[in-house]
């Protein structure tokens, strides 16, 4: 399983600030040191950021049996999160993770988790769904808290949470086994169990108005599966899926990858039968192409994301998409994972297709007390589209978005990365500080 890159914050600043001063006077040939045997204890701070979720902050605790050392990268780690943001989400999780389960070629993942979104975006259904900013813009707050449904200044003010929408996930469970076929080809397999509790409507501390938001418009006129009338309370669903995916991967290096690819076909299906209260399917395809460009300081990184989805989908599921390395929260078309510029969940629907186009330029290097620190340059193009249903039936263009970032990289493998982008078509900009490649 791949590590979350959700928060690997302050790893690079904390890493370099416990090199001791005199490490620049080693000698050339270090001795061998002796494998890492037994259980380890290892800390780490999280900190992020990013335009839709605010200010990210917490702690991850890890765990790791490294057997008799001969195991690699271990025989077992436990990782224990505690993560939220100034904006109302929530990731606090357990994860097991076992690269070679019972002796044998598989890899088992666990992942539990409680996952609390309480202003997730909802715009509407497909590419045709129209964002007006000033539906919720409101400078004058104070105004709001003895009346939310109206804004001095502003006639055309719906209220602060019209495109919002509150859900809460507990549990979240997911696991997946993978195991290699022949050279680069993988195998995996899951499954993954989730009890979502939504809410349309907010009380007065969270400045909720009387009028009907997006999503209690479109439940009114009968779009949306599991949600009917005016939404009023809360309701909880129920979803379990089985999911079946076959990988390759000829990636040079997996967290900066110079060339290589790393490709997935993957299928998911829910029924009665996997604990599921709806029956619906979906079928990813994910393929990603790294190749260098004059030299490999100038690296063209291209990713191509379907995904589908057919049946009874109820509609909170209608940003998330599928594959071994999606986890959940993370998620639809526009934001920190998908689109940069473009605003969180911007788009969604039963079919949803995005493609990521980037340009890295690595400016130069510095090794400072024997650490060696890559800056890269990124130059990108993000672009999605989203169809309500498998009628394809949608008016609209695929939004899209550019900008550009930073990446300082570690040692090649804990990555930096700032990202601004803008979406010309919304006239809506991001600002991105997290960890490794958007992929």
């Not at 001791?20 to 290892?42: I, L």
């Not at 104070?142 to 919002?164: H, I, K, Q, V, W």
């Not at 493998?413 to 490649?437: A, E, K, M, Q």
Request: some cysteine; aromatic content about 12%.
């Amino acid at each position: 399983m791949h590590p979350n890159q959700t928060t690997w914050a302050l790893v690079l600043t904390a890493a370099l600030a416990s090199v001791p001063a005199w490490a620049e006077d080693a000698p050339e040939v270090a001795p061998v040191k002796a494998p890492r045997t037994g259980w380890g204890v290892q800390g780490l701070p999280l900190v992020n950021f990013n335009s839709d979720e605010g200010f990210g902050y917490g702690a991850r605790l890890l765990l790791v049996d490294s057997g008799d050392g001969t195991q690699a990268p271990y025989r077992h780690a436990l990782t224990a999160q505690f993560f939220q943001t100034t904006r109302g989400v929530a990731s606090h999780r357990l994860i097991l993770d076992a690269p070679r389960f019972l002796s044998s070629a598989w890899r088992l993942g666990v992942d539990v988790a409680m996952l609390n979104d309480r202003f997730s975006p909802y715009f509407g259904l497909g590419g045709a769904a129209a964002y007006e900013p000033s539906f919720t813009a409101c400078e004058d707050r104070e105004a709001l808290e003895g009346n939310p449904d109206a804004c001095p200044g502003n006639p055309d003010f719906r209220g602060l949470r019209y495109y919002s929408f509150a859900q809460r996930t507990l549990p979240s469970v997911v696991l997946n086994v993978r195991r290699p076929l022949s050279g680069p080809w993988q195998v995996a397999l899951g499954y993954r169990f989730r009890l979502t509790t939504v809410s349309a409507r907010y009380d007065a501390e969270d400045l909720g108005q009387a009028r009907d938001s997006r999503l209690v418009e479109d439940a009114r006129a009968g779009l949306l599966l599991g949600m009917e009338g005016d939404a009023a309370g809360s309701d909880t669903f129920r979803t379990a899926e089985v999911t079946a995916g076959l990988l390759l991967d000829t990636r040079d290096n997996e967290p900066a990858p110079v060339r290589g690819m790393f490709h997935e076909l993957a299928a998911r299906g829910a029924a009665e039968v996997t604990g599921s209260a709806f029956r619906y399917w979906g079928a990813t395809a994910n393929l990603r192409f790294y190749h260098p460009v004059f030299d490999e300081r100038l690296v063209a990184a291209l990713r191509l994301f379907v995904d589908v989805m057919g049946g009874d989908v109820p509609f909170f599921m209608l940003s998330s998409l599928g594959g071994v390395e999606w986890r959940d929260g993370w998620g639809g078309i526009g934001g920190v994972y998908t689109a940069r510029g473009i605003l969180k969940n911007r788009l969604q629907g039963q079919v949803k297709a995005l493609a990521n186009g980037e340009l890295r330029w690595k400016v130069f290097s510095v090794a400072p007390w024997q650490q060696r620190l890559d800056f890269t340059l990124i130059a990108f193009l993000d672009a999605g589209q989203a169809w309500a249903d498998l009628r394809f039936l949608d008016g609209g263009v695929p939004r899209y978005a550019g900008g550009g970032g930073l990446r300082i990289a570690w040692q090649d493998n804990f990555i930096l990365r700032l990202d601004y982008g803008v979406s010309p078509r919304d006239g809506t900009t991001g600002f991105y500080f997290d960890f490794n490649h958007l992929f």
